[in-house]
Structure formats: structure tokens, C-alpha cells
């Protein structure tokens, strides 16, 4: 079971805090504000599945179709990169979810960058990796 995180109620006493129901997640490339996406945070059990849902949302609502990094603004106010020990919880509560666009440039430089050369029989030849699938 989830723990939820508490909030003190007007008598002191500590009371649960209410799941939201949506998040809004902004989303970056380079530094510029490309838009925001809300998902539905219902049966979310996971940072995966969250990642998931905003992978479709940018896909579907902006349009765009590249790999990203998700960061969330945590209990003191630092920028953390989701990774494997984030828990679901930490992104829904987070005041600021942001998942930031690698660029397209950059892409094809890493591509380009790791593909493999050498010779066969004295002839030059390129290997399947080198070939860019657009």
C-alpha cells in the first residue's frame, strides 16, 4: 500500500493528502518551453508507467516524437532526474514535473558518432549500425 503524504488540518491533527487526479508535466527542448501536457493519474503504480503516459501525451498532444528525461522538483526544492528508485508518489506531489527533449541535432550526431568503420579485404565498409532509419 501507498503511504500517502500527510498535511496538518486546521486542529493540528495529521490528516492524509488527497491523490490528485491529474498532473501537468512541461515540457523543454534546449531551454525553451515547447508546452504542457496533463495525464491521468488514475491506476498510475509506477514512475515507468508515468514516464510511459507522458511519452504518449507529447506524442498525441504536441506532436512530437523524441526521447526525453524526466525531472522533478523534490521535498527541498531540488531538480532530481527521475531514474530507478523514483517512486510514483514523488512525481505526483512534485509542484513541478518537467520532461526535457533531447533535440534532433543531437540525435544524429550520437548516431552518426557511434557508428563503426573498418576494412574488409582492403575495401572500406560500413557497418547495419551507421545506417540512420527514419
Not at 89 to 112: I, N, Q
Amino acid at each position: 500500500d501507498e503511504v500517502l503524504p500527510m498535511m496538518a488540518a486546521a486542529n493540528g491533527a495529521a490528516m492524509p493528502r488527497a491523490r490528485p487526479k491529474n498532473a501537468t508535466v512541461t515540457v523543454s527542448q534546449g531551454g525553451k518551453k515547447m508546452g504542457a501536457i496533463t495525464i491521468s493519474t488514475k491506476g498510475l503504480t509506477s514512475a515507468a508507467q508515468f514516464g510511459e503516459m507522458v511519452a504518449d501525451a507529447i506524442r498525441d498532444d504536441l506532436d512530437l516524437d523524441l526521447p526525453f528525461k524526466l525531472y522533478f522538483d523534490d521535498e527541498e526544492g531540488d531538480v532530481v532526474m527521475v531514474n530507478a528508485h523514483t517512486q510514483v508518489r514523488d512525481l505526483l506531489y512534485s509542484p513541478f514535473v518537467t520532461a526535457k527533449l533531447e533535440s534532433d541535432k543531437g540525435k544524429s550526431e550520437k548516431r552518426r558518432g557511434a557508428a563503426k568503420r573498418g576494412s574488409k579485404n582492403g575495401r572500406s565498409c560500413v557497418q547495419a549500425s551507421e545506417i540512420e532509419l527514419e
